[in-house]
């Protein structure tokens, strides 16, 4: 280790830093700030800006001996002989000397900040970064406080540039460090905008469609060092020193990502206090600094006008308001009379408290094991819980000679950000393995992207991790021997699952046979050490949390068998449409609207808990207001397996109330007893319950350490405007497997069942409509994925469709029509995205639409 | 005395292949083919070859820090000349190609290089078609491609045209520009030895610096050593222009003085309609302003130093008495605002500061202070920036300040004379930022 | 399309470098030959070639001076009227130029046919006033000449015999290699 160490000094102060280490970087470890812009501690240095300009000296040695060159004193003999040097750009070496506070050092900085400002506007008042603001902060540390530059000089351009509908451009703002461009290229992938011009006429354009076409673009305004660029839904909204922030989380995906809603009190709000911006909060293990802009900009809907007040009751046919008290005791009574038929079904976005007590209220309260998730997509939870990803692992880590395999996935649309984390890891050498029924982005970045005919993932899968087994050269023609020969030699190993195009019983199959690879090498195998194991591609946030509070008809909280399984929902829809279940407690899930359940059947009684009036929630006799996850507070977690806080933000609407508490005081009424005052108290009965989250609890989940690079505080000038994590970086639980000897799971013989025609699989959209970003969609409302049917040429002929027709298409009896796309999929297989969940590979029947007449 | 160089003024039709070979074409590179390419370098190194791209960078040194070993290597040729003032390479690539396309193939067998690239400014289309068809014949007759010449070795040539930029001149910005990126140097290291085009290593010669190569292969070091000086030694394209009687591109053997270049019959032929010499930028518009007492210096890479300027690449542009050397510095700047590549805030910004102070105060509206401040932005911008850009954006600006501050003053008119009408010696419509 | 019409050509020209990216300025050349200038429409079609975003041509299109992103008259006279240049009157020349077409610099005669720019060294300071008209040289001028090749100029358009671009040479090289 020592011998990677480089020992130099900054400013007579010694310090060691791995070899590589930038000299800005080392100065920064010992708290000494070289000011920058250009360079970002996440992007390749560049040396463009001349802010950290500073004096680097060498130890001289003799030519001839090469023996360093002593003063009479002993001390070796300095060169600084190159004059100033950017700091951003050198790497340290044994023996330098940096110098960054004499006066040539001092004088450069003021000249280069009187540089940037002789074209900057100086429009502080009305900005956006005001208050915030690299430039700004750093004139105040090193500028001459005068500009020589005649006003009437200044270069004048356009101040309301739109880069598309999310992201504007000032153009007098920018000072060309192009931290942004650079952003999108290396870190997202996504080159869409650049540079135009030369020289002072450089500016920030894009030609994509739509304008800025990436999912990361708010991240640039992160980064700009100055007011340039903002969004759409923060620019003009008000002061950064008029915002509170609070910690958040995802409320989208499960990758936990870590967040920071800036709040403000509000007039025209009637004094509540409502959301201003959502900023990534750093969180190095699970999204660095970075979130997608759905994580940015789809929270609207917590302040949505469809929001639901107050409790409803349906009376003489119609839902009417009702009294939290009168609501809550019609609930408890109508569930109580449904004896054992009655049954509970939540979805995965709620929080760990929500759930456990869901799970109380229905297990202890009414002696049910009727209890799963609304829309269960993926299985698996069991597994994870024995061979997921270890503890205190982090996809940061993984490169050269580590395996990724990635199934029935793209991660590009259902979790962004380890897309990219991937793609990083790949660019540092970790070998990808992709296995899907057709291409992904991911494929590109892929060491080996195979392919499996519908209905035969897991009989290709089967081959892959039986291939792995068998020692090999790692040539070969076969694909599937080439990867197994790129799996078998991993130094890591890390496996994702996905739904995509699987039912769920081959989900199921999937994470077992997953798991098996990761327990092989003669028993001594990845599973349970640091940065191996298994990542369930969860369809929420939270999905994770549900599996371990025992929303599933046969585990009990922390995955302890049950005796006796409960209905699961397949079964529990079908009992509402017979008769045999008569008492229906929706939590957070519409299955009416998402084609799950056909109306509310033969039900007695149908209470939903939710934020809008869903079709569910129609159709219910009682309607309990719950709260969105900024109006409280709780944990999430992960699919890592990470268990974080997030906290109240903004003024809950309404008589709304948190869904734990809620549900607590349902409890109370079929004798549970007194509710919980806090969620950090039902957060102690989750751990006394499930085993595995042993040892946390809200203080524990709370902690924090300094995370490099140091972002947010007075560092926005180096890692940019990400908040730094004060509020907790949560715990991961272990997996068995970490613990004690995990056995290979069976996996029974599935004959693959061919039949003819044509299937259809359902892929993955960002922005596919849903309960969240329906109600937040003014933003993001033009990049909507609208339905869309891709056929290979081939399978358009025979089926008689053209690119761009609309067709009406039946699968599974659901009916959808879209809009045709022709090239894009493999032959025998129609895709269909921006549409809900379709499991599995039905066969499809599909129909022109004759085009309807624009009157 | 015959010409090294420019050997198409005395050899008719020495573009075309049979005629270059008729005069000892490709024997060089013939030669070369049955030595060690270890051997080669040395010899390059022991003439004494210095760059002829404005650094003067011994060149047989910088074939040497090419890492031996496997694996694609480049060797890029740096045709695209837009210095002002300079208009050399041109007419080599225009009449005498194929010297230069020997030279390369040299320089890539010396470092193990299979492809070649000539990067040309895609102003020079024409003198790029004739080099292309030189190239054409080349592969005819097995001079590129497979096998060159039966000897095993093997090498591609390409042309490459840039599109209008200066700054592709400068060596890492070329190499960006030739894969496609925007033409905007690298802060170094990595250097092109090391990494250079697709990140691997990468040899840059400026086309006039390998016109060189055959005769030093063909006649030994020793030989191309006895023209010239000690440290700069061999024949040099010299381009001159501006106020005299006989503009254009000699070739000269180093160590002549610049006053034989300006008045001998030979060369210039004096100034032109018979004013008097004023002064003389030796480098085109990148070197500091000279003015009589260096005329006797000789050209050499060394020889201007004591009078604070350098030969470049011997761009001579001569000025007569008439000139106004603030209207001067103000071209210059404008060049170098114009070709600014915007990545560095100094150059980019620091140029921009100066175009403006400078025309403020060229139109008679400038201050006292005007001039201060236009004397600290240029040494604000020396030093600091990323590529030699903004330092050669100084240097006119700081050597008329140097030799001629009373024409600065006498356009600094006291507050209440100022009404916008300087003396104007000659016609500029300056063009709009 | 270009794609369509000089198949071969991009072919030769994709063939001479190991990256596509590599190809972008010659194929910028190509189309801007084929649509007179860099228009949206040209900078995509040059993107989808090479696989690159259309941004990147952009800033490409924007960076290099030779590409014009507005539409430019049949003929692009550029004057060079640098240092040694002007010192040879060539700023008085363009004005000349200026006035004999009716148009300022930068824009472009009504009849679409020329369009006068002023521009930095053009590496033939020793013949000066000089211009390049569509990248061929014109040197050692004066008014008189400037008048007989706009003249000749015009002859050529109105018998729609163009001589071929330089461009134009080129990538017929490219189609023979
Ligand atoms: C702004 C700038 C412009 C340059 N322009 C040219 C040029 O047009 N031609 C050239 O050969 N070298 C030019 N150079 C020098 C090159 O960077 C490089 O040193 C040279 O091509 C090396 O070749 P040589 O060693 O054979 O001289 C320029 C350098 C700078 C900083
Ligand atoms: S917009 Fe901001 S991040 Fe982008 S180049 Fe300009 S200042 Fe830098
Ligand atoms: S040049 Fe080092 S931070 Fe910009």
């Given amino acids: 280790m020592s011998d990677d160490l480089v020992t130099l000094s900054v400013d007579g102060v010694e310090v060691s830093v791995p070899k590589g280490t930038l000299v800005v970087d080392a100065a920064k470890k010992i708290g000494n700030d070289i000011p920058v812009f250009c360079y970002h501690p996440k992007l390749e240095p560049v040396g463009m800006c001349r802010m950290c300009l500073v004096e680097i000296g060498l130890p001289m040695r003799d030519r001839a001996t090469g023996e360093p060159l002593l003063n009479e004193d002993g001390t070796p003999q300095i060169n600084f002989g190159r004059g100033l040097q950017t700091g951003c750009t050198v790497q340290v070496s044994p023996g330098m000397v940096v110098r960054t506070k004499t006066d040539p050092v001092e004088q450069a900085r003021a000249d280069v900040i009187e540089f940037l400002l002789t074209s900057h506007p100086l429009d502080c008042p009305i900005c956006d970064k005001g208050g915030e603001c690299p430039l700004q902060n750093l004139t105040m540390r090193h ?77 640039t305004t992160d980064i700009c060092p100055v007011g340039a660029l903002t969004t759409a839904d923060f620019r003009f909204g008000a002061r950064p020193w008029e ?43 699970v999204n660095e600094i970075w979130i997608s802009d759905k994580d940015r900009f789809v929270h609207h809907f917590a302040e949505s006008a469809d929001r639901l007040t107050q409790p409803l009751v349906r009376k003489n046919g119609k839902l009417v308001a009702a009294s939290w008290t009168e609501a ?185 046979l997953l798991a098996n690879l990761l ?69 957070g899930a519409d299955p009416i609207g998402d084609g799950l359940m056909d109306g509310r059947g033969k039900l007695d009684f149908l209470v939903v808990q939710e934020m809008f009036l869903t079709a569910t929630a129609a159709a219910a ?213 921006g549409v809900a969940y379709v499991p599995g590979t039905a066969v499809v029947q599909i129909r022109k639409l004759q085009e309807e007449k624009v009157a | ?131 292309e068809q030189a190239l054409k014949d080349c592969y005819a007759n097995g001079l590129l491609g497979e096998n060159i010449l039966g000897s095993g070795f093997s090498c591609d040539f390409s042309m490459y045209f840039g599109a209008g930029a200066y700054i592709c001149g400068e060596e890492t910005a070329l ?64 381009c001159l222009s501006g106020h005299v009687n006989k503009p254009g591109n000699y070739e000269i053997i180093m160590g002549m003085t610049y006053r034989e270049l300006i008045y001998s019959e030979a060369y210039g032929g004096g100034i032109s309609n018979g004013k008097a010499f004023k002064a003389m930028l030796p480098s085109g518009g990148s070197g500091p302003v000279v003015v009589e007492d260096a005329l006797d210096a000789p050209m050499t890479y060394e020889g201007l130093t004591p009078f604070g300027s350098v030969m470049g690449s011997a761009s001579v542009v001569i000025m007569d008495e008439t000139v106004d050397m603030v209207w001067m510095a103000m071209k210059c700047v404008h060049f170098f605002h114009h070709e600014s590549c915007g990545k560095c805030t100094p150059c980019r910004e620091g140029t ?78 300056v063009a709009a930022d | 399309m270009i794609q369509d019409k000089y198949a071969e050509e991009i072919k030769g020209i994709l063939a001479r470098y190991p990256t596509k990216k590599s190809a972008a300025l010659p194929l910028m050349h190509l189309a801007q030959r084929e649509y007179g200038h860099m228009s949206r429409e040209a900078m995509q079609e040059v993107a989808s070639i090479l696989d690159l975003d259309p941004t990147h041509i952009l800033s490409l299109t924007g960076f290099y001076t030779l590409y014009y992103e507005e539409p430019v008259g049949k003929y692009v006279l550029e004057v060079c009227n640098d240092l040694a240049c002007a010192l040879k009157g060539a700023d008085e020349f363009a004005a000349m130029a200026s006035e004999k077409l009716g148009i300022d610099v930068d824009e472009t005669t009504a009849d679409g046919l020329f369009t006068l720019k002023t521009v930095m060294c053009l590496a033939a300071c020793d013949r000066a006033p000089m211009l390049q008209c569509n990248l061929a040289f014109h040197e050692h001028l004066d008014e008189a000449k400037f008048e007989a090749l706009i003249a000749k100029l015009r002859a050529e358009a109105a018998s729609g015999k163009m001589a071929p671009s330089v461009v134009e040479k080129i990538a017929a090289y490219a189609k023979q290699s």
């Avoid at chain 2, 060690?36 to 011994?58: Q, W, Y």
């Avoid at chain 2, 016109?211 to 020793?222: C, Q, S």
């Fill in chain 2, 175 to 238: 190499l960006n520009s030739l894969m496609g990126n925007l033409g905007q140097p690298w802060s170094k290291p990595p250097f092109p030895a090391v990494e250079g085009l697709y990140a691997r290593p990468t040899v840059v010669n400026n086309t006039e610096t390998l016109a060189n190569v055959p005769p030093i292969i063909l006649n030994g070091a020793e030989w191309y050593k006895q023209f010239g000086t000690d440290r700069s030694p061999g024949p040099k394209i010299v």
């Fill in chain 1, 243 to 285: 915002l509170t922030p609070v910690a958040t989380l995802s409320p989208h995906c499960p990758s936990g990502s870590n967040m920071t809603v800036s709040t403000r009190r509000e007039a025209k709000a009637g004094g509540r206090s409502v959301i201003k911006r959502v900023m990534p909060r750093q969180h190095e293990a």
């Fill in chain 2, 1 to 131: 005395m015959a010409h090294i160089l420019l050997r198409h003024r005395d050899v008719e039709n020495i573009h075309q292949l049979d005629v270059y070979r008729q005069h000892q074409g490709y024997e060089a590179l013939q030669k070369v083919l049955g030595m060690e390419p270890a051997a080669v370098t040395n010899i390059v190194r022991d003439s004494g070859l210095r760059g002829r791209g404005g650094a003067g960078f011994p060149t047989g040194m910088k074939w040497g820090f090419i890492p031996k070993g496997a694996g694609e290597k480049y060797v890029v040729i740096n045709s695209d000349e837009s210095e002002m003032g300079t208009f050399k390479d041109r007419e080599l690539l225009e009449r005498n190609p194929h010297q230069v396309i020997e030279g390369a193939l040299i320089a890539a067998y010396a470092i193990g290089a299979k492809q070649i690239y000539n990067y040309c400014r895609g102003e020079f289309m024409d003198a790029g078609y004739a080099f």
């Fill in chain 1, 519 to 587: 327990l092989l090498k003669n028993g001594d195998g990845h599973a349970g050490k640091k940065n191996n194991g298994l990542i369930p591609v969860w369809p929420h946030n939270n999905t994770q949390g549900a599996w371990d509070m025992g929303i599933h008809p046969s585990f009990a909280p922390g995955y302890k068998a049950l005796p006796e399984a409960g209905l699961d929902a397949h079964a529990m829809y079908e009992g509402a449409a017979s008769g045999t279940v008569k008492a229906l407690y929706v939590l």
């Fill in chain 1, 143 to 219: 500028g001459r406080g005068n500009s020589r530059m005649v006003f009437a000089d200044k270069l004048h351009m356009e101040k309301h540039v739109p880069l598309g509908d999310l992201i504007f451009l000032d153009r007098e703002r920018c000072i060309q460090c192009a931290r942004c461009v650079r952003f999108q290229d290396e870190v997202a992938g996504d080159p869409v905008i650049g540079f135009h011009n030369r020289g002072r006429h450089l500016e920030i354009a894009t030609l994509s469609e739509p304008g800025f076409d990436s999912y990361w673009s708010g991240n």
């Fill in chain 2, 352 to 429: 921009y500061w100066m175009e403006k102070l400078l025309k403020r105060i060229y139109k008679g509206q400038g201050t006292q202070e005007d001039l201060q401040t236009l004397r600290s932005v240029a040494s604000n911008i020396g030093g600091r920036t990323l590529c030699a850009l903004g330092d050669f954006a100084i240097n006119p600006v700081l050597s008329t300040f140097r030799h001629f501050p009373q024409e600065y003053e006498a356009k600094i008119k006291p507050a209440a004379a100022v009404n916008g009408q300087g003396k104007k010696q000659t016609a500029v419509p």
């Fill in chain 1, 328 to 512: 809550l005791d019609v609930v408890a009574g109508k569930l109580q009379q449904a004896g054992t038929a009655v049954a509970g079904v939540s979805g995965d976005r709620l929080s760990n408290e929500d759930l456990f007590l869901f799970q109380e209220l229905f297990r202890k309260g009414l002696k049910s094991n009727n209890l799963d998730l609304a829309n269960g997509r993926l299985a698996g939870g069991d597994i994870v819980a024995q061979v997921g990803i270890s503890s205190g692992s982090n996809l940061k880590d993984l490169g050269k000679g580590d395996v990724v395999v990635v199934v029935a996935s793209d991660l590009h649309e259902e979790v962004p950000v380890w897309w990219l984390r991937l793609k990083q890891a790949a660019e540092r050498g970790a070998a990808i393995v992709t296995l899907n029924v057709r291409g992904t982005r991911l494929d590109k970045y892929a060491k080996h992207a195979l392919r499996y005919v519908p209905g035969e993932a897991v009989a290709t899968l089967r081959q892959l991790v039986n291939q792995s087994k068998v020692e090999t050269d790692g040539q070969s023609d076969d694909p599937i021997a080439a990867a197994a020969a790129t799996v078998g030699s991993a130094g890591n190993l890390v496996a994702f699952y996905g739904a995509e195009g699987l039912t769920y019983d081959e989900t199921e199959s999937v994470a077992k």
């Fill in chain 1, 621 to 833: 006799d009682v309607v309990l207001p719950a709260q969105s996850w900024v109006e409280r507070e709780g944990t999430f977690t992960n699919a890592e397996r990470r268990v974080q806080r997030y906290y109240p933000a903004i003024t809950p609407v309404g008589d709304s109330r948190a869904d734990w508490q809620i549900l607590a005081q349902v409890g109370e009424r079929v004798g549970l007893g007194k509710p919980a005052l806090a969620a950090s108290l039902v957060f102690r009965d989750v751990v006394k319950a499930v085993k595995q989250y042993k040892g946390m609890d809200y203080r524990s989940l709370a902690k924090y350490e300094k995370q490099w690079p140091d972002v947010g505080g007075d560092d926005l000038y180096y890692g940019g405007n990400a908040y730094e994590n004060r509020s907790g970086l949560g715990q991961q639980w272990v997996a068995a497997a970490e613990s004690g000897k995990v056995g290979m799971f069976e996996v029974a013989e599935t004959a693959v069942k061919s039949s003819p025609g044509l299937k259809l699989v359902r892929t993955a959209a960002l922005y596919t409509p849903g309960t969240l970003i329906s109600h937040s969609a003014a933003l993001l409302g033009p990049r909507m994925a609208q339905p869309t049917l891709s056929l290979s040429t081939a399978d358009a002929r025979k089926v008689g469709v053209a690119d761009g027709n609309r067709v009406e298409v039946t699968a599974n009896g659901m009916t959808m029509t879209a809009t045709a796309r022709v090239g894009d999929a493999p032959d025998g297989v129609a895709l269909i995205s």
